[in-house]
């Protein structure tokens, strides 16, 4: 629900930021803790299914497009938006690679 782009769910992640809009308070937050819990059950599995990495993908590029996107046009993203962009990349990654972020 976080991610998806459904009309009758115009507050998910994805489609806040194709709408120009921020994320709803408190949603990158859980996103960070559900991709940590994710790593941690997920970091020793050899495979990954398509609908987790298809997930992974639109939290780390499609968000990032996005907000890349929403600057050339001029959106006021909130200050934090970038950094937590880069949180959420970096999480992402860790899921796909199997390995922990060092920093």
């Excluded at 020793?44 to 497009?65: C, G, H, K, M, N």
């Excluded at 890349?68 to 796909?96: F, M, T, V, Y």
């Amino acid at each position: 629900q976080t991610l998806a782009s459904n009309p009758d769910l115009p507050d998910t992640f994805i489609s806040c930021l194709r709408q120009g809009k921020p994320p709803v308070p408190g949603q990158v937050t859980s996103l960070l803790l559900a991709l940590k819990v994710l790593y941690e059950g997920l970091k020793d599995e050899p495979t990954l299914d398509r609908p987790l990495v298809q997930a992974l993908f639109a939290i780390a590029y499609e968000s990032r497009q996005l907000f890349n996107q929403g600057q050339q046009r001029g959106i006021d993203w909130p200050p934090l938006l970038d950094d937590d962009l880069n949180r959420l990349g970096k999480a992402a990654q860790s899921i796909i690679l199997g390995q922990g972020q060092t920093a």
